[in-house]
């Protein structure tokens, strides 16, 4: 498949400013906890924290081409907290890395450019503001400021440690780069108000609320999550026929345990969701995994495909719900929730409450050695066109089932 890009957008909508202008953070100050900011070489800077936590106030947070920044912290667990105290937005093309979690926040936009290698244990790059306090005591809220209208731009090769997590939370996120979160957690997130809760293992909720003006996440390359999770979220006001998210990459979470992977692609109420790329859920040693979509208005473009399907189960696709108006499935698109070899096909579930048009193929089958048929539902209140190739039969067991009905699921 070939992956769109979006950089040509990208680089007219920035604010155009002097890459060369600062190639290094600057007027780094702890201002919470304890440790020191050191310049090794001229092109390296070395921020070692002695504490759990750290808080940090620079003036600006650059990383030039050929430079680098290291955050040296007491273990996996430890988490620094950046802000950006200047006018300027961030600007990221050298390298980033740290053994345990950075927390970059830059209420003026923060751009991560392609070149740029950000390795981590965990990642939050986000416009939103955090308080000081809040921080210190665990209670990870992030919401918006007088800022609106801001973005998180990632073009760069974003890698975390085994269970780490990438959040990139703005009023508009974008996604250009590769972003690698094995077993563990990736966010895109465009909303009011964003809260983490980390714990030993990484991090362990998220909950995203509050709708803002001009909403939009996209990704237009490469995102895996295997064994672990991916959201996309964006909750815009007065969105209309807008687009709120654009999904023309690839998304991965594919399961190789048996940990089920999981995908969710949240559009709110306002605003369309438009997908043409590529969300895999599969698992070729177990169970298929989850992948929920919802929006007021969903489109599974030409050449889209959602693959949950297992080496056993079949896994569970949830497209629309009560609240979706209008749900178009394009005649090359393909939802797989089979079971490839032992197991029971997965199920389906396809709600909106004014008109569905399905013109691509959907498979629920049976596995190759035993297991019966998934299910397909349909449900729609209003105007229903079905014109899509729909296979739910088992070749050593029972088919399985299509159902239609009037009442929105």
Not at 225 to 244: E, S
Not at 301 to 315: C, L, M, W
């Amino acid at each position: 498949m070939k992956i769109k890009t979006l950089s040509c957008i990208i680089a007219l909508s920035l604010p155009i400013f002097s890459v060369n202008a600062s190639v290094i953070p600057y007027n780094g100050k702890f201002v919470n906890g304890d440790g020191t900011i050191s310049r090794p070489t001229k092109n390296e800077m070395l921020v070692e924290q002695n504490t759990a936590k750290g808080i940090i106030d620079w003036t600006s947070f650059n990383i030039g081409k050929g430079y680098s920044v290291k955050f040296k912290q007491p273990d996996s667990n430890s988490v620094t907290l950046n802000r950006v105290t200047g006018s300027a937005l961030t600007n990221i093309v050298g390298n980033l890395t740290s053994n345990g979690k950075v927390f970059l926040v830059n209420p003026n936009g923060i751009m991560l450019r392609s070149g740029a290698n950000i390795n981590v244990g965990g990642l939050v790059a986000t416009t939103k503001q955090i308080n000081n306090n809040d921080f210190i005591n665990d209670k990870l809220l992030f919401s918006s400021g007088t800022n609106e209208n801001k973005q998180v731009v990632n073009q760069a090769n974003i890698k975390t440690s085994k269970g780490g997590f990438v959040v990139l939370a703005s009023d508009r996120v974008m996604n250009a780069g590769r972003i690698t979160t094995p077993s563990g957690k990736t966010v895109l997130a465009s909303a009011e108000k964003i809260v983490l809760q980390l714990d030993s293992s990484g991090l362990k909720n998220i909950a995203i609320d509050g709708e803002v003006a001009n909403a939009f996440v996209s990704n237009s390359s490469f995102i895996s999550a295997t064994n672990g999770q991916v959201y996309l979220t964006a909750l815009g006001k007065d969105m209309l026929m807008n687009t709120v998210i654009n999904n023309n990459g690839i998304i991965e979470a594919s399961g190789f345990s048996d940990i089920n992977p999981n995908i969710s692609v949240n559009g709110g109420d306002s605003g369309k969701v438009s997908l043409s790329g590529q969300l895999i859920a599969n698992n070729p040693t177990g169970n298929g995994g989850v992948v929920n979509i919802n929006g007021q208005h969903i489109a599974l473009e030409d050449f889209s495909s959602i693959d949950v399907s297992g080496k056993g189960n079949g896994g569970v696709v949830n497209i629309g719900s009560k609240k979706t108006s209008t749900l178009d499935m394009k005649p090359t698109s393909a939802i797989f929730a089979s079971s490839v070899t032992s197991g029971n096909g997965g199920n389906v579930k396809l709600s909106a409450k004014d008109k569905i048009t399905l013109e691509g193929a959907i498979e629920a089958k049976g596995g190759s050695e035993f297991g019966n048929g998934g299910n397909v539902i349909i449900s729609n209140s209003g105007n229903l066109t079905n014109l899509s190739t729909i296979n739910v039969q088992a070749s050593n067991g029972q088919d399985g089932n299509i159902v239609t009905t009037e009442t929105i699921m």
